[in-house]
């Protein structure tokens, strides 16, 4: 029988479709998990954007996890009940983000503010000299970023409420 603990440890290996550098539990889109029995576990799962084309990508690839360390059942189901938001990136995700070369989203309050999108930190070298280019990068939560000490472009990670 294997404790919630062990569980989430094991989906610490599930990455992000889209940042692989990223684990789905650093992203927070694994929201719960109940051991039912000694053979079933329940995952809920919330992405970070309700079209998301990996959705069904995602939810296999806890399954096959829990699959691969022993679980025979397992319930992986997709919510929205409770929205995700980037304060639920963990500060391993955080990490992970910048270590990708993506300014991580600065933590917010409930309020989406344009000194949040335009105060962003060059993942490169930690300048604040930043200047934002577009606040629509190449997916939803992007924007385009150009800093002006090591002079290179980046994408920030919106922040998202």
Not at 49 to 75: D, H, T, W, Y
């Amino acid at each position: 029988m294997f404790t919630e603990a062990q569980i989430w440890e094991a989906l610490e290996v599930v990455k992000d479709p889209e940042i692989p550098t990223l684990s789905m539990v650093d992203m927070g889109i694994i929201t719960k998990i109940e051991i039912r029995d000694k053979d079933t576990v329940f995952v809920e799962m919330t992405p970070t954007f309700a079209g998301c084309p990996a959705i069904k990508m995602m939810e296999k690839s806890v399954a096959e996890r829990l699959q691969e360390i022993g679980i025979q059942n397992p319930l992986v189901v997709t919510t929205f009940d409770k929205p995700w938001d980037s304060n639920k990136i963990t500060a391993r995700g955080l990490s992970c983000l910048k270590k990708h070369g993506l300014a991580p989203p600065i933590k917010h309050v409930g309020e989406i503010t344009e000194e949040l999108l335009t105060n962003v930190i060059c993942p490169f070298c930690g300048s604040e000299n930043t200047e934002l280019k577009s606040p629509f990068g190449p997916t939803l939560c992007r924007s385009l970023h150009y800093c002006n000490n090591c002079l290179q472009a980046f994408e920030g990670f919106k922040p998202v409420v």
